[in-house]
C-alpha cells in the first residue's frame, strides 16, 4: 500500500502544478488528468478504509480469541512467528486495547507457522506481558487468558519489542503519508470547483 499511496501523493502533487494550465488543448487535458487523479485518489482511499473497517476472516486461518482478565486495559499485539519458512519475515498486527473482562478476536494465517507471541503493553513502550503460544492443532481456535503480568522470556520479549517498535514506526510514516494526501485531495478539490 506505500508504494501506491507515494504515486497517488506525486499525481496530486502535479496535479496541483497543472492547475496554473487553463488554456487551449493543453489545459483541457490538465483538467482531465487533474479529475481523474482526484477521483482515483478518493475511490483508493474509500476502498482502503471500507478495508480496514470491515472484519479481517482470513480463509484457513485460525481463530484466536485474546481475554483480558487483568485490572487494567492492556494494549496487546499479535506477532507470527513464521517459523516453518525461514525466507518470510515475522508478522506484527495490533490486536488493539482490550479493556478488564473484554476481549478480542483476530484471525491468523498460520500456514508457514505452527508459533505466535501475544504482547500486552501498559502505555505505550511498557512491556508487561509476553507469552509464547504454539499450536498443536490447526484445526482448533486459541483461547488466551491473560491473568497475571508474566515475562516467559526476556530473549523472546525483547524481539517481540522490537518488532512491534518496528510495525509501530512504519504505521506512523504511513499515517504521515496518508495525511498528506488527504491535505493534497483537499487542496486540489478546492482548486478544481472554484469560481472564477
Not at 53 to 81: A, T
Not at 90 to 102: A, L, N, V, Y
Not at 127 to 145: H, R
Request: aromatic fraction near 14%; charge should be positive; charged fraction near 20%.
Amino acid at each position: 500500500m506505500g508504494f501506491i499511496i507515494f504515486v497517488i501523493f506525486l499525481s496530486l502533487i502535479f496535479s496541483l502544478f497543472l492547475s496554473k494550465v487553463k488554456r487551449g488543448i493543453v489545459g483541457k487535458y490538465a483538467k482531465i488528468f487533474r479529475f481523474t487523479s482526484v477521483i482515483f485518489s478518493i475511490s483508493i482511499f474509500s476502498y482502503w478504509f471500507v478495508k480496514k473497517s470491515s472484519i479481517g476472516i482470513v480463509n484457513d486461518s485460525v481463530s484466536l480469541q485474546v481475554i483480558n482478565k487483568l485490572p487494567q486495559p492492556l494494549d496487546f499485539y499479535v506477532i507470527n512467528v513464521n517459523n516453518l519458512d525461514p525466507n518470510l519475515p515475522m508478522e506484527t498486527k495490533h490486536i488493539g486495547k482490550i479493556r478488564p473482562e473484554f476481549y478480542r478476536i483476530e484471525h491468523l494465517k498460520m500456514n508457514k507457522s505452527d508459533e505466535y507471541w501475544i504482547a500486552g503493553y501498559l502505555g505505550k513502550k511498557n512491556l508487561v506481558y509476553f507469552s509464547q503460544q504454539a499450536i498443536p492443532n490447526k484445526n482448533m481456535d486459541q483461547i488466551v487468558e491473560v491473568q497475571n503480568y508474566i515475562n516467559q522470556s526476556e530473549k523472546l520479549s525483547s524481539i517481540a519489542k522490537k518488532e512491534v517498535e518496528a510495525y509501530n514506526y512504519e504505521n506512523m510514516q504511513l499515517g504521515i503519508w496518508v495525511t498528506l494526501c488527504f491535505l493534497l485531495i483537499f487542496l486540489n478539490l478546492g482548486l478544481l470547483f472554484r469560481k472564477n
